[in-house]
């Protein structure tokens, strides 16, 4: 919901570290760091401040930062939890 955070969640490929920038509405609010794991999968999360939700819908885009000539960017699944109102 409009002026509210929301928290955005991804899992991926552990054994590969990776870096996103994330915009919220065309504007970059920040750079999502999914560290390397001794295990498969991971899941990181990333708060989107509620005066980047202007709006009642929200479009989010991903942009990979490599850190190295032949870096890749994996992913399972996206998704995107919402407080309640009043938390």
Request: no cysteine; net charge negative.
């Amino acid at each position: 919901r409009q002026g509210e955070r929301l928290i955005l969640a991804k899992r991926y490929d552990a054994a590969i570290g990776q870096s996103l920038r994330v915009f919220i509405d065309g504007q970059e609010i920040g750079v999502w760091d999914l560290p390397k794991k001794d295990f498969f999968f991971g899941e990181e999360f990333f708060e989107i401040p509620a005066e980047f939700v202007a709006a009642n819908q929200v479009k989010v885009r991903l942009e990979f930062v490599p850190d190295q000539p032949g870096a890749v960017a994996d992913s399972f699944f996206y998704w995107v939890l919402a407080y309640k109102s009043g938390t």
